[in-house]
C-alpha cells in the first residue's frame, strides 16, 4: 500500500510541479503572482476534450492543438490583466488574475454546463504490476513527461540565447533592455509559455481527474502551496514543493481521511509559513531599499 | 510659543466628536427605514442582505482598502459568524447575543492566527492562504455533519430580544441590522483618520518606509486582518438571524468573490464606498435577471475592469471631489521644537559605529568601517558611487542585516533591532529613491511621522496634527497639506520626506542623498533647508555626492571608496586630504608628473 500511494503521489505531484513552474517563472519574469494559473490547466484540458469528444481528431492532434491554443491564450491572458497594470505595483494586477479566474471558470461553465467530461488515457493499456504496485500508464506517462519536460526547460534556459534572455529579464528587466533584450516581448513569451505547461498539465490530468471547471481552483491551490514549501520563487523548489505535495496529500487520504484529502495540503502549507517560511529552497525575492 | 494663536480648523478631523452627530441622524434614518419596511417577504429580504452584507464588506475595506493585504475569504469569516450564532442558539440554546459574541471572537482569532502565519511575508502569501482556508471551512461544514448539520444547513435559527424589544419581527430585526451597519461603517471610517489607520495606510503605501517611520509593519497587517475577519464575523451572525437558515453554499469561495467585487465597485477605500457598492450588488442582480447564469463571470470580467479603468471604485471621485475642495489649513501653531529634540547640550557621541561590514556574497559592499557622529554636528558620508554609502544607511536603519560590527545609537546597542524600533528609539532618516506614501495627503503622510512611539506628541490626536503642520510651516508646504503626496513636484516629495522625520522629532536624522534628482534652482533650495536645520542645532548624518552641498553644512566628513574608510575629519582636512581627491578625481598620471 506504501509504495502504492508512493507512486500515485508522484504522479499527481508531477502535475501540481508542472502548474507551480509555471507560476513561479511568471514570478520571476514579471513579478506578477498570477491566480488564473489553475484556469490554464483547466482550458488545455477542456480543448482536449473538445478537439477528441466532440471533433473526434486523433489525440496525438488533441494534445498539439491543445497546447498551441494555450500558447496564444497566455498572450491574450497577459494582454488583458497584466499589460494594463504593469506599471501600478503588484496588488491591481493580483486582483485582476483572481478577477480573470473567475471570469474564465464560469463562462466555462455556461458554455459548457456543470456536468465533467470524461477522457481516455494516453495509453490503451492501462498498466502493469511491478511486485505489490499497479503502475498505471497515465501515471507514469505524467512522471516521464514532467520529467522530460523539465529537462527541457533547464535546457534551454541554460544552453540556449533565447533562455539567456529570458533569465537576464527575470534578473533585471531595466539592463536587460539596455542591453538591447526586448523585455516586453520576453514577458509575453513567459507567459505563453507558462499557460502552455499548464495546458500539458491539464492534458495529462484529464483522464485521472474529470475534466470540469472545480478541477482549476484545485489544481492552482497545490500549485501555490507547493511554490511557497519550496521557496517562493524558486524553479527546483517548485517542482519539489509539488511532488512533495502530491505524496502527503495521497498519504493522507489513503490513510486518514479522503473528505479531507484537500485539507492536507492546507495543513502543510500552514506548518512551513510557520516553521519555516522561507520554504525548502529559501525566498529569491526581497526588495532593493 | 505662540498661546493666543486661532485654532486651524482641520482639528475637526482629529476630533473625539467626529463622525458621530451623522451617525446619529443615520441610525434614525435607518430604524424609519426599517418601520416602513414590510414584516417579511422580498423586500424584507433583500434590505436585510444588503445590510448584513455591508458589514462584511466594511470589513475589506480595513484589510484591502487601507491595509493593502488581500483576503479572499471574507465569505468564511462570515461562515463562521452565521453558523456560531446558528449552532449556538439552536443546538446549544445560547442568548442570540453571546453566541455571535463567541464566533465573532473565533472568527477574530482565527482571522489572527492566519494573519500571523501569513502576513511576514508579501500580500499575496495572504491571498493564497485565504483561498486554502475558505476551501478548507466549506469542507469542514459540509463534512462534519454532527457538528455543522453537513450540506442541509442549520434551521429554525431564533432571532434575540433585546431591552425588552421583540426583535422576532422582520422589521424590527431589520432596524437592529442596520443600526449594527451605521456603528460598523462608523468605526471604520474613523478608523482611517486615526494613529492605526493610517499606520495600515502607511504600511499599504510603502512598507519599507512604514516600518522605518517607526510602524510595526507586521503587527499593523495583522490587526488590520485580525478586524476584517471579526467585521465578517458580525455580518455572518446577523445574517444568521436575518434569514433563519443557513448552508455551506452560502459562505462559499463564489460568496468571497461576490464580496470582494462589490467592495472593488464601491471603492475599498471608504466605508462608505462599501455599503454603496454592496447595495448595488444586492439590488442589481434581481434587476437583471438574465444575468443568472452567468453572474459570476460578469463579475470576474467586472473586477479586471474595475482595476484598469477605475481603480479607486465609484466612491472614488467622491473623495476626489472632496480632497479639491478641501480648504486650506490656516491659523498659527507653536513651531517645531527643533532643540528640544537633540536630547542634550554636550557635544557627545550619539550615533556610533564600529566595524561595520556588509556583504553580498563576494561583495563586500561595507568592510569595516567606523564612524562616529557627535550631537549638534552636520555629519557627511560620501565617496564616490559604490563606494557603499547607501549599504552602510540601510544597514544603519535595519533594512539590511550587517555581516559584522556593531551600531550604538545614545550608548544603547541597537544591531539587532528591527527598522521601526530603531526609529522609535530616535532615528529618522529620508531616502534616496523617495518613500512617501502617495495614497495619503502630505498632512497625513507627515502626521505618521509625528505620531510614532517616543514623540512627545504620540497618542494625543491634536497635538499630532498641530506637530505635523509645524513641521509643514518649516518646510513651506502647509499650502498642500490636504494634496495627495503624489501630485507634488519631486522636490516638494523630498520635503514632505523630511518634514515626516522632522515631526517625529528624532534625536538624529539620517538624510540619503536629499540633493538627488533635483534640478539647481531646487538644490539650492535644499542647502538653504539644511542650513536651517543646521542652525537650529540637529544631529545629522548626510549622504551626498554633491559636494557644493556638504562643503555648506558639513561640520565633519567621512569619506568612503570600496567599502572602506579612507578619511575621516573636520571638512578642511578632509577635502584637501590627497586620497580622497584621488578617489574623486582620479590618481594623477605618474609620467606626467
Same mark, same amino acid.
Given at each position: 500500500?506504501f509504495?502504492?500511494l508512493l507512486?500515485t503521489?508522484?504522479?499527481?505531484?508531477?502535475?501540481?510541479?508542472?502548474?507551480a513552474?509555471g507560476?513561479v517563472?511568471?514570478i520571476?519574469?514579471?513579478?506578477?503572482?498570477?491566480?488564473?494559473?489553475?484556469?490554464?490547466?483547466?482550458?488545455?484540458?477542456?480543448?482536449?476534450?473538445i478537439a477528441?469528444?466532440?471533433?473526434?481528431?486523433p489525440?496525438?492532434?488533441?494534445?498539439?492543438l491543445?497546447?498551441?491554443?494555450?500558447?496564444?491564450?497566455?498572450?491574450?491572458f497577459?494582454g488583458?490583466?497584466?499589460w494594463?497594470?504593469?506599471?501600478?505595483?503588484?496588488?491591481p494586477?493580483i486582483i485582476?488574475?483572481i478577477?480573470a479566474s473567475?471570469?474564465?471558470?464560469?463562462?466555462v461553465l455556461?458554455?459548457?454546463?456543470?456536468?465533467?467530461?470524461?477522457i481516455d488515457?494516453?495509453?490503451?493499456?492501462?498498466?502493469?504490476?511491478?511486485?505489490?504496485?499497479?503502475?498505471?500508464?497515465?501515471?507514469?506517462?505524467?512522471?516521464?513527461?514532467?520529467?522530460l519536460l523539465?529537462?527541457?526547460q533547464y535546457?534551454?534556459?541554460?544552453?540556449t540565447?533565447?533562455?539567456?534572455?529570458?533569465?537576464a529579464?527575470?534578473?533585471?528587466?531595466?539592463m536587460?533592455?539596455?542591453?538591447?533584450?526586448?523585455?516586453a516581448?520576453?514577458i509575453?513569451?513567459?507567459?505563453a509559455y507558462?499557460?502552455?505547461?499548464?495546458?500539458v498539465?491539464?492534458?495529462?490530468?484529464?483522464?485521472?481527474?474529470?475534466?470540469?471547471?472545480?478541477?482549476?481552483?484545485?489544481?492552482?491551490?497545490?500549485?501555490?502551496?507547493a511554490?511557497?514549501?519550496?521557496?517562493?520563487?524558486?524553479?527546483?523548489?517548485?517542482?519539489?514543493?509539488?511532488?512533495?505535495l502530491?505524496?502527503?496529500e495521497?498519504?493522507?487520504?489513503?490513510y486518514?481521511?479522503?473528505?479531507y484529502?484537500?485539507?492536507?495540503?492546507f495543513l502543510?502549507l500552514?506548518?512551513?509559513?510557520?516553521?519555516r517560511?522561507?520554504?525548502l529552497?529559501?525566498?529569491?525575492?526581497?526588495?532593493?531599499? | 510659543?505662540?498661546?493666543?494663536a486661532?485654532?486651524?480648523?482641520?482639528?475637526?478631523?482629529?476630533s473625539?466628536?467626529?463622525?458621530l452627530?451623522?451617525?446619529?441622524i443615520?441610525?434614525v434614518?435607518?430604524?424609519?427605514?426599517?418601520?416602513l419596511?414590510?414584516?417579511q417577504g422580498?423586500?424584507?429580504?433583500i434590505?436585510m442582505q444588503?445590510?448584513?452584507?455591508a458589514?462584511a464588506?466594511v470589513?475589506?475595506?480595513?484589510?484591502?482598502?487601507?491595509?493593502?493585504q488581500?483576503?479572499i475569504?471574507?465569505?468564511?469569516?462570515?461562515?463562521?459568524?452565521?453558523?456560531?450564532?446558528?449552532?449556538?442558539?439552536?443546538?446549544?440554546?445560547?442568548?442570540?447575543?453571546?453566541?455571535?459574541?463567541?464566533s465573532v471572537?473565533?472568527a477574530?482569532?482565527?482571522?489572527?492566527l492566519?494573519?500571523?502565519?501569513?502576513?511576514?511575508?508579501?500580500g499575496?502569501?495572504?491571498?493564497?492562504?485565504?483561498?486554502?482556508?475558505?476551501?478548507?471551512l466549506t469542507?469542514?461544514?459540509i463534512n462534519?455533519?454532527p457538528?455543522?448539520?453537513?450540506?442541509?444547513?442549520?434551521?429554525?435559527?431564533?432571532?434575540?430580544?433585546?431591552?425588552?424589544?421583540?426583535?422576532?419581527?422582520?422589521?424590527?430585526?431589520?432596524?437592529?441590522?442596520?443600526?449594527a451597519m451605521?456603528?460598523?461603517?462608523?468605526?471604520?471610517?474613523?478608523?482611517?483618520?486615526?494613529?492605526?489607520?493610517?499606520a495600515?495606510q502607511?504600511?499599504?503605501?510603502n512598507e519599507?518606509?512604514?516600518?522605518t517611520?517607526g510602524?510595526d509593519v507586521?503587527?499593523?497587517?495583522?490587526?488590520?486582518f485580525?478586524?476584517?475577519?471579526l467585521?465578517g464575523?458580525?455580518?455572518?451572525?446577523?445574517?444568521?438571524g436575518g434569514?433563519?437558515?443557513?448552508?455551506p453554499?452560502?459562505f462559499?469561495?463564489?460568496?468571497s468573490?461576490?464580496l470582494?467585487?462589490?467592495?472593488l465597485?464601491?471603492?475599498?477605500?471608504?466605508?462608505f464606498?462599501?455599503?454603496?457598492?454592496?447595495?448595488?450588488?444586492?439590488?442589481?442582480?434581481?434587476?437583471l435577471?438574465?444575468l443568472r447564469?452567468?453572474?459570476?463571470?460578469?463579475?470576474?470580467?467586472?473586477?479586471i475592469?474595475?482595476?484598469?479603468?477605475?481603480?479607486?471604485?465609484?466612491?472614488?471621485?467622491v473623495?476626489?471631489q472632496?480632497?479639491?475642495?478641501?480648504r486650506?489649513v490656516?491659523?498659527k501653531v507653536?513651531?517645531?521644537?527643533?532643540?528640544?529634540q537633540?536630547?542634550g547640550?554636550?557635544?557627545?557621541?550619539v550615533?556610533?559605529v564600529?566595524?561595520?561590514?556588509?556583504?553580498?556574497?563576494? =561583495?563586500? /559592499? $561595507?568592510?569595516?568601517?567606523?564612524?562616529?557622529?557627535r *550631537?549638534?554636528?552636520? +555629519?557627511? !558620508?560620501i @565617496?564616490?558611487n559604490?563606494?557603499g554609502k547607501?549599504?552602510?544607511i540601510n544597514v544603519?536603519?535595519g533594512l539590511y542585516?550587517?555581516?559584522?560590527g556593531?551600531i550604538?545609537?545614545?550608548g544603547r546597542?541597537?544591531t539587532?533591532?528591527?527598522p521601526?524600533?530603531?526609529?522609535?528609539?530616535?532615528?529618522?532618516r529620508?531616502?534616496?529613491?523617495?518613500?512617501?506614501?502617495?495614497?495619503?495627503t502630505v498632512?497625513?503622510?507627515?502626521m505618521?511621522g509625528?505620531?510614532?512611539?517616543g514623540?512627545?506628541?504620540?497618542?494625543?490626536?491634536?497635538?499630532?496634527m =498641530?506637530? /505635523? $503642520?509645524?513641521?509643514?510651516d518649516?518646510v513651506?508646504? *502647509?499650502?498642500?497639506? +490636504?494634496r !495627495?503626496? @503624489?501630485?507634488?513636484?519631486?522636490?516638494?516629495?523630498?520635503?514632505?520626506?523630511?518634514?515626516r522625520?522632522?515631526?517625529?522629532?528624532?534625536q538624529t536624522?539620517l538624510?540619503?542623498?536629499?540633493?538627488a534628482g533635483l534640478n539647481?534652482?531646487?538644490?539650492?533650495e535644499?542647502?538653504?533647508?539644511?542650513?536651517?536645520?543646521?542652525?537650529?542645532?540637529?544631529?545629522?548624518?548626510?549622504?551626498?555626492?554633491?559636494?557644493?552641498l556638504v562643503?555648506?553644512?558639513a561640520?565633519?566628513?567621512?569619506?568612503?571608496n570600496?567599502g572602506?574608510?579612507?578619511?575621516?575629519?573636520?571638512?578642511?582636512?578632509?577635502l584637501?586630504?590627497?586620497?580622497?581627491?584621488?578617489?574623486?578625481?582620479?590618481?594623477?598620471?605618474?609620467?606626467?608628473?
Amino acid at each position: 500500500m506504501f509504495l502504492q500511494l508512493l507512486f500515485t503521489g508522484f504522479g499527481i505531484g508531477a502535475i501540481y510541479a508542472l502548474v507551480a513552474l509555471g507560476f513561479v517563472l511568471l514570478i520571476r519574469a514579471a513579478s506578477v503572482v498570477n491566480f488564473g494559473q489553475g484556469e490554464f490547466a483547466m482550458l488545455g484540458a477542456y480543448a482536449l476534450v473538445i478537439a477528441v469528444n466532440m471533433f473526434h481528431l486523433p489525440y496525438w492532434v488533441g494534445i498539439v492543438l491543445s497546447i498551441v491554443v494555450m500558447a496564444g491564450f497566455g498572450v491574450a491572458f497577459a494582454g488583458a490583466t497584466y499589460w494594463p497594470l504593469r506599471n501600478r505595483g503588484g496588488l491591481p494586477v493580483i486582483i485582476s488574475t483572481i478577477g480573470a479566474s473567475i471570469f474564465l471558470e464560469n463562462m466555462v461553465l455556461v458554455l459548457y454546463g456543470p456536468n465533467s467530461e470524461q477522457i481516455d488515457g494516453l495509453f490503451d493499456n492501462p498498466g502493469f504490476d511491478i511486485g505489490p504496485v499497479f503502475v498505471d500508464s497515465q501515471y507514469l506517462s505524467i512522471i516521464v513527461v514532467a520529467t522530460l519536460l523539465v529537462a527541457l526547460q533547464y535546457f534551454i534556459f541554460e544552453r540556449t540565447l533565447l533562455g539567456k534572455k529570458l533569465q537576464a529579464t527575470s534578473q533585471d528587466k531595466e539592463m536587460a533592455s539596455l542591453l538591447g533584450i526586448p523585455v516586453a516581448m520576453m514577458i509575453l513569451i513567459t507567459f505563453a509559455y507558462s499557460s502552455a505547461l499548464g495546458a500539458v498539465a491539464g492534458i495529462l490530468v484529464a483522464p485521472i481527474l474529470f475534466v470540469s471547471t472545480g478541477m482549476a481552483a484545485l489544481i492552482a491551490l497545490k500549485a501555490f502551496a507547493a511554490n511557497i514549501i519550496g521557496g517562493y520563487g524558486s524553479i527546483p523548489g517548485a517542482i519539489l514543493g509539488g511532488l512533495a505535495l502530491g505524496v502527503v496529500e495521497t498519504m493522507g487520504a489513503g490513510y486518514i481521511s479522503v473528505p479531507y484529502k484537500d485539507a492536507f495540503a492546507f495543513l502543510m502549507l500552514l506548518m512551513f509559513l510557520m516553521v519555516r517560511p522561507q520554504g525548502l529552497f529559501g525566498e529569491k525575492i526581497s526588495e532593493k531599499a | 510659543m505662540s498661546t493666543t494663536a486661532p485654532t486651524p480648523h482641520v482639528l475637526a478631523q482629529v476630533s473625539a466628536w467626529r463622525g458621530l452627530p451623522g451617525a446619529a441622524i443615520a441610525m434614525v434614518a435607518v430604524v424609519a427605514v426599517a418601520m416602513l419596511a414590510p414584516d417579511q417577504g422580498y423586500i424584507l429580504n433583500i434590505l436585510m442582505q444588503a445590510a448584513t452584507y455591508a458589514i462584511a464588506v466594511v470589513g475589506l475595506v480595513v484589510v484591502l482598502g487601507y491595509c493593502g493585504q488581500i483576503s479572499i475569504a471574507q465569505a468564511a469569516f462570515m461562515g463562521l459568524g452565521a453558523y456560531g450564532v446558528a449552532l449556538g442558539t439552536v443546538d446549544y440554546h445560547l442568548n442570540f447575543f453571546v453566541a455571535l459574541g463567541i464566533s465573532v471572537s473565533v472568527a477574530a482569532a482565527l482571522g489572527l492566527l492566519l494573519g500571523v502565519a501569513s502576513l511576514r511575508l508579501g500580500g499575496h502569501y495572504l491571498a493564497m492562504v485565504t483561498i486554502s482556508f475558505q476551501q478548507i471551512l466549506t469542507l469542514v461544514l459540509i463534512n462534519w455533519i454532527p457538528f455543522t448539520h453537513g450540506p442541509d444547513g442549520v434551521r429554525n435559527i431564533a432571532r434575540p430580544m433585546l431591552f425588552g424589544i421583540d426583535l422576532t419581527r422582520g422589521n424590527t430585526y431589520l432596524g437592529v441590522c442596520l443600526c449594527a451597519m451605521v456603528l460598523v461603517v462608523l468605526a471604520v471610517w474613523r478608523l482611517k483618520t486615526n494613529r492605526l489607520g493610517r499606520a495600515m495606510q502607511a504600511v499599504r503605501d510603502n512598507e519599507l518606509a512604514a516600518g522605518t517611520c517607526g510602524i510595526d509593519v507586521f503587527g499593523t497587517k495583522v490587526v488590520a486582518f485580525g478586524i476584517s475577519a471579526l467585521i465578517g464575523g458580525i455580518g455572518g451572525g446577523f445574517f444568521a438571524g436575518g434569514f433563519r437558515y443557513i448552508s455551506p453554499d452560502q459562505f462559499s469561495f463564489a460568496e468571497s468573490i461576490v464580496l470582494l467585487t462589490m467592495a472593488l465597485l464601491g471603492g475599498v477605500q471608504s466605508p462608505f464606498g462599501a455599503v454603496f457598492g454592496t447595495g448595488l450588488l444586492v439590488i442589481l442582480p434581481e434587476w437583471l435577471r438574465f444575468l443568472r447564469q452567468v453572474y459570476l463571470a460578469v463579475y470576474g470580467a467586472a473586477v479586471i475592469l474595475i482595476m484598469v479603468f477605475l481603480p479607486d471604485g465609484l466612491w472614488g471621485f467622491v473623495d476626489e471631489q472632496m480632497r479639491k475642495r478641501a480648504r486650506p489649513v490656516e491659523g498659527k501653531v507653536p513651531p517645531l521644537p527643533l532643540l528640544a529634540q537633540t536630547g542634550g547640550e554636550t557635544d557627545e557621541v550619539v550615533l556610533d559605529v564600529r566595524g561595520l561590514a556588509k556583504h553580498f556574497g563576494g =561583495l563586500k /559592499a $561595507l568592510d569595516g568601517v567606523d564612524l562616529a557622529v557627535r *550631537r549638534g554636528t552636520v +555629519h557627511a !558620508l560620501i @565617496g564616490p558611487n559604490g563606494s557603499g554609502k547607501s549599504t552602510f544607511i540601510n544597514v544603519v536603519t535595519g533594512l539590511y542585516t550587517p555581516t559584522a560590527g556593531q551600531i550604538f545609537f545614545g550608548g544603547r546597542d541597537i544591531t539587532s533591532l528591527p527598522p521601526h524600533q530603531r526609529n522609535r528609539a530616535g532615528l529618522a532618516r529620508t531616502f534616496q529613491n523617495i518613500r512617501v506614501f502617495r495614497g495619503m495627503t502630505v498632512l497625513e503622510n507627515v502626521m505618521v511621522g509625528a505620531e510614532r512611539v517616543g514623540n512627545d506628541v504620540a497618542g494625543d490626536a491634536k497635538a499630532v496634527m =498641530l506637530r /505635523a $503642520l509645524a513641521a509643514l510651516d518649516f518646510v513651506g508646504l *502647509r499650502k498642500d497639506a +490636504h494634496r !495627495l503626496v @503624489g501630485q507634488l513636484s519631486y522636490g516638494h516629495q523630498r520635503y514632505v520626506e523630511i518634514a515626516r522625520a522632522l515631526a517625529g522629532s528624532p534625536q538624529t536624522i539620517l538624510l540619503d542623498e536629499p540633493a538627488a534628482g533635483l534640478n539647481m534652482t531646487e538644490k539650492v533650495e535644499m542647502g538653504q533647508l539644511l542650513l536651517r536645520l543646521k542652525g537650529h542645532g540637529l544631529t545629522i548624518l548626510i549622504i551626498d555626492h554633491d559636494m557644493n552641498l556638504v562643503e555648506q553644512v558639513a561640520d565633519h566628513i567621512t569619506v568612503l571608496n570600496f567599502g572602506r574608510r579612507i578619511a575621516d575629519g573636520v571638512k578642511k582636512d578632509v577635502l584637501t586630504n590627497p586620497d580622497v581627491i584621488a578617489a574623486y578625481l582620479g590618481e594623477p598620471r605618474h609620467e606626467a608628473a
